[in-house]
């Protein structure tokens, strides 16, 4: 009864996607610019790909940029079960990092093969940070709310109690590590930031 | 003096992705599922992207899904100076295009070489809608909102009158031209929301 089967996969994909509605209500700790709300973790993972495939130029020679997007694309997905979490949080890294592992499994599982490994495949692939693209990915997903927030006098820094020194310890790494271009330049951007006063104590 | 130039776009990338940052502040006619709001334009950005990616499978063979990807993540930034015009707009579709153009000319304007003209290439190549990468885009474009209708009991058509006829009149030719399996689920899912009570008169 091959004609039963034509949609095979339509309806799985369709829960799913609507399954993806919900990153759009998991919020995040800096506001758009000039919008009185915070941003929400779908259409940072929006701008973070436009971030990554503007600094196409910056990337080595032999990155896969529509690797690099896809990877940014999925990777707070498991978000829509553990909620976001400030990359400066101080502790309880692992187990956040266990319970999105849970997630995107659940999340990724309704749908067919071979989408489900390849969305899961790339999800791992950013968690563990090793690729040249991940590396890269990594350094757009870091990059994108300092930007926000220097154009926003340090607005999430601030409400939080985050210091310079905390900002420059934990994205300087992973971003020199991606993009060395972009933390080039962040890094005279956050030493105005601090002469400004745009940190927490 | 070469080091002077060693950033060379940086800050035309910024400004650029600071400039799409506004898209977070477009709204269009649907309401996520389950939340109290409209949908904006780059998580919508987003999810079209995804969706188009879970769908790969339904792609003819010869579709390049990263370009189809990549178009689906610009091809709403016009509305930054536009706003979103609904797809049941019955004028000024014409005019609204050409202001369209002007727009994404300024946005990716902002931009250096090679990246402002692969943007706006994608955006044309989108607007066109002649490749099968672009009908494809439009299928995944087209068929999202009516995805959130359907779960949402038809909110956006009963708020603003729009008739089943009008549905499936305007959205029907361009999903079954890019994704055939698609229309063909959305078909029955459509004739049985039109027996719920569920479009405007």
Known sequence: MPSLHANTGMQQIVDFILELDKLKGVTRKVRPLGLDRYENSAEHSWQI??????????????????????????????????????????????????????????????????????????????????????????????AMPVLLNLANNGQSWRENGISHERVVGRIGPPIQAGCPAMWKYLETRLEEARRQGWFGA
């Open 49 to 142: 790909a436009m971030l990554a495939a503007s600094l196409a130029p910056f990337a080595e020679p032999a990155i896969d940029i529509n690797r690099v997007i896809a990877m940014l694309l999925v990777h707070d997905i498991g978000e829509i079960d553990t909620g976001d979490t400030m990359v400066f949080a101080e502790s309880g890294w692992d187990e956040r990092k266990a319970a999105e592992q849970i997630a995107v499994e659940r999340i990724f599982g309704v749908l067919p093969e071979p989408q489900s490994a390849m969305f899961l495949a790339l999800w791992r692939e950013f968690d563990e940070g090793k690729s040249a693209e991940a590396r890269f990915a990594h350094a757009a997903d870091r």
